[in-house]
């Protein structure tokens, strides 16, 4: 039985609009998690301002491939200096033993760079698109952790949930099952190797800044597991935003939906540690 729920906020440093927004949220204790992205340029510079919220929310490492530069060169995946696609990611990473070489590479100094500014290991690592799930991105991805940290010392985000509850909250249904499915196999992979993982999964979105997000987050509640995580990506829009994700009309819209939010009764916002009993 759900005890509460992780609200976790994806893609801290992505950009300056991105990055206010959630320390908005987490000043006002609205958040339980947020995930940075250690590639961008902004994370040194505000990276102190997130540390301040160590005791009160998660702080992990957004793994990132798909979004602006790697933080050195991956003339591979990359040639051209800056990140593919996600479907390129895929393609790339499940045939080429090269380009998982670089990719792991890539996950030990995007790591290393959370260490340097923050003082310490993430207490999460998961991946911007999902990138983490990948066939050909999560042995690399775990391999590394397991060697990295002594067992049980992180989480990593688990993106699937049983179909019926998908199904039973009704949002963004054929999205979420998909990304579900690309999960599979991934928690039993993460446990063999000492990670812990979350249990239910949800804030799969369709990004649409007409929707009422208040109600798709009371959506995402619906039928949660024991430890259940929900994602979200609030952001203030700037030039910056629009030039590097396709998501940017809804982060104001979702920023303001979690601010007004309540949890419901009984289900309070919490931290991964005191749902993974």
Not at 40 to 46: Q, S
Not at 89 to 95: D, E, F, K, L, N
Not at 160 to 183: F, S
């Amino acid at each position: 039985m759900a005890k509460g729920f992780i609200l976790c906020a994806d893609d801290f440093a992505m950009t300056e609009g991105v990055s206010r927004a959630i320390l908005d949220l987490l000043r006002q204790g609205k958040l339980t998690a947020t995930g940075a992205m250690t590639n961008r340029p902004h994370w040194r510079r505000l990276a102190p301002e997130l540390a301040a919220f160590t005791d009160k929310a998660d702080l992990g490492l957004h793994l990132n491939l798909t979004c602006a530069a790697p933080l050195s060169a991956m003339p591979r995946l990359a040639p051209g200096g800056t990140f593919p696609s996600l479907k390129d990611v895929a393609r790339a990473a499940a045939t080429s033993p090269a380009v998982r070489k670089e990719i792991a590479a890539e996950i030990a100094r995007q790591l290393d760079a959370f260490e340097e500014a923050l003082g310490r290991p993430p207490d999460f690592v998961d991946g911007h698109q999902h990138v983490h799930v990948l066939p050909g991105v999560r042995r690399a991805l775990l391999d590394s952790l397991a060697r990295r940290y002594p067992a049980g010392a992180l989480y990593v985000r688990d993106t699937a949930d049983r179909p019926a509850a998908i199904r039973a909250r009704g949002v963004a249904v054929g999205k979420a099952l998909v990304i579900a499915g690309l999960a599979t196999g991934f928690r039993g992979a993460a446990l063999k190797r000492g990670l812990r993982v979350n249990r239910g999964f949800s804030g799969v979105a369709p990004f649409d800044p007409q929707r009422d997000f208040v109600a798709d987050l009371a959506g995402f509640l619906i039928e949660p597991g024991p430890c259940h995580l929900v994602m979200c990506h609030p952001g203030f829009v700037d030039d910056e935003l629009a030039t590097l994700d396709p998501v940017v009309a809804s982060r104001p819209v979702e920023h303001a939906a979690i601010a007004a939010f309540v949890p419901p009764p009984g289900l309070p916002l919490s931290r991964f540690s005191a749902l993974d009993a």
